[in-house]
């Protein structure tokens, strides 16, 4: 069974919109959310990361919010760039996970 | 120069033959990780390694072995490969929060 769930599967925004990917977990032992950002023909790479004690984080065009209540997780990408067109996967990890269980991934296209 | 790489990038298997994929990574750091990645599924975690000479199993480790000779090697082997198995295969080396991938081994079992 998914630990974590991730929609939409994939989808396509227009240059300088708003892209928004979300997660959704069942295991309330999860602390740490990381999302992973991986181009065609390459490995994921960290994009930006989130603690259970904190319900935003921001690095440039980048947010993810964090629900504890509704174990919820989303990540917003503004302004949109071709640059930006990659799978988005989210993770989890509990406090003494062994290892990061990542969503499904979705695949982002940001058309021109 | 990549931190973490793979060996071979792409490799073609016949079904029941053994197959052996590498990785090696120049991070020093004693957690590697070895995933497939299939559509609709994500990453999934199949062996991991707490260092020189140790292997777990992950959520999906019927049909691979995995080897921890050194530091810096870890080996996902496959000793009887089936269709089932072709994937694109990654790994990884990492501390508890951030893990550092490979470009990837696309595997194909004939």
């Known amino acids: 069974q998914q630990q974590v769930r991730q929609s939409p599967q994939s989808l396509t925004v227009w240059e300088g919109g708003t892209t928004v990917l979300t997660c959704s977990y069942e295991?309330?032992?999860?602390?740490?959310f990381p999302w992973y950002q991986q181009f065609p023909g390459e490995g994921p790479a960290l994009l930006i990361s989130i603690l259970s004690v904190s319900d935003k984080k921001e690095d440039g065009r980048f947010t993810t919010f964090f629900n504890k209540r509704e174990k919820k997780l989303s990540l917003h990408i503004i302004d949109s760039q071709p640059g930006d067109s990659a799978t988005y996967f989210c993770a989890a990890r509990d406090q003494g996970g062994r290892a990061l269980i990542f969503g499904t991934g979705t695949t982002v296209s940001v058309s021109p | 120069e990549a931190a973490v790489t793979q060996s071979p990038r792409n490799k073609v298997a016949v079904t029941g033959g053994k197959v052996t994929l590498s990785c090696n990574q120049t991070n020093n750091h004693n957690n590697m990780y070895w995933y497939r990645q299939d559509t609709g599924h994500g990453l999934r975690l199949i062996h991991y390694s707490y260092g020189a000479g140790s292997t777990e199993k992950g959520d999906i480790p019927d049909g691979y072995k995995a080897s921890r000779p050194s530091q810096e090697n870890f080996s996902l082997i496959l000793e009887l490969a089936t269709p089932s198995q072709t994937s694109v295969y990654f790994c990884?080396?990492?501390?508890?929060?951030?893990?550092?991938f490979g470009a990837g081994t696309r595997l194909s079992v004939l």
């Open positions: 295991d309330s032992t999860f602390n740490y």
């Open positions: 990884a080396s990492g501390d508890e929060n951030t893990l550092y």
